[in-house]
């Protein structure tokens, strides 16, 4: 009996039948677990891939938009990746809070994310699995003057003789009109390019690299966010000056000559003229760096301009911080439209930055540099070149925005 049951017991241990069945039963769980986690991870690829696609749209439209974050929010909401809803997070830093352009002027970061629930793989894990995607795109505008003006005939100009010179960079016209933009007499412009929302008149005097072109969608005004801070009372009252001497930020009112022989220099900062004219004399200078020059009116009428003379000496930078940074004159946009802007220092009137006049219309004749050493932009509402002009747009780390609709990615 005793070696029966000891024969039993070791058929018992050396019988293999039912194994592979036992081994399966305790393996299933691991399998259908692996098999649910490649799944979702599948899954999650495609999720992340829309995502990125959404991310990189994002960045490239906003960089270029006058509200970054409402622009990246529509155009991921587009990829159905709709801020706030299911968990979607959208964050929007100018300029990005990551990476290698945390100091670049015109970089957009845009961070999208949204927390995945496993399905399949559940038995694995027990808590959402974060999926995120990051885009940084620079805004490429390479553009120097726009005309904002949407109707008007000759929105921007050049006639008689006046050679107009865009060193590497672009001009913009929003009007509709058939000759929004008219180059007359023996004028000429020399642009990398040129693009209209209507159509033009003396195109064979335009010269460009990249294009000159029609039928255009209008550009994008890149101060229409961009606001000056508040002021009050009076620090000067019609202000004159016929000799050298250092002023201070403050509101000047009533306006601000300067005679024949005057040299003022600017300290840095925001000076305010509520109403009248800054009036600057052939034979007169005036310097300054880091300098905006706001024109606003504190009554709502009068509202200030300005007229540079032929002969002028003018060489104002704009700050690169604050809240007007890249901007030299700043036109207050309740001024009435059309409000005179006579700028026409010639080659001695120089401006580091933007000239932002957009109720304004503009004459111009002066110069940024011959060179791509200058950083001018022009926005005006009408601009019209009276005399030999010079653009160029050097502007890394000047404060201004950039002017175009191109972006492209960098990170």
Known sequence: MRLKLGTYLR???????????????????????????????????FTHQKMQGAADSAAVSAAIASDPTT??????????????????????NVPPKS???????GATEVVISQPQTPSFSAIFLNSPVIIRARAVAKATGEGCVLALNRTASGAANANGSSPVNLVNCSLY???????????????????????????????????????????RSPAADPYAETNFDGFSGCNSKNFSAKSVTTISPGVYCNGMKLNAGANVTMNPG???????????????????????????SST??????????GGATVNLTAPTTGSTAGIVFFQDRNAPAGSAFKLNGGSTQTFGGALYLSKANVTFAGGAGTTVSGCTQLIGDTISFSGASDFALNCDGSGIKPLGSAATLIE
């Open 11 to 45: 058929s018992f241990y050396r019988n293999q039948l039912g194994g592979i069945l036992i081994i399966s039963a305790l393996m299933l769980p691991v399998l259908v677990g692996a098999i649910g986690l490649g799944t979702d991870v599948g899954v999650w690829f």
């Open 71 to 92: 622009e990246a929010k529509a155009v991921a909401a587009s990829y159905g990746f709709i801020a706030d809803s299911r968990g979607v997070a959208i964050a929007v």
């Open 99 to 105: 990476g290698n352009y945390t100091t670049t002027s």
């Open 173 to 215: 016209d929003n009007s509709s009109d058939s000759a929004a933009l008219t180059v007359g007499g023996s004028a000429q412009i020399s642009a990398l390019s040129v693009s209209v929302v209507g159509g033009e008149t003396g195109s064979s005097n335009i010269t460009t690299t990249q294009g000159n072109y029609t039928g």
């Open 270 to 296: 925001v000076y305010y003229i509520d109403g009248g004219t800054l009036q600057i004399a052939g034979g007169a200078t005036l310097t300054g760096d880091g300098v905006t020059i706001v024109f606003t």
């Open 300 to 309: 709502g009428s009068n509202y200030a301009t300005a007229t540079i003379n």
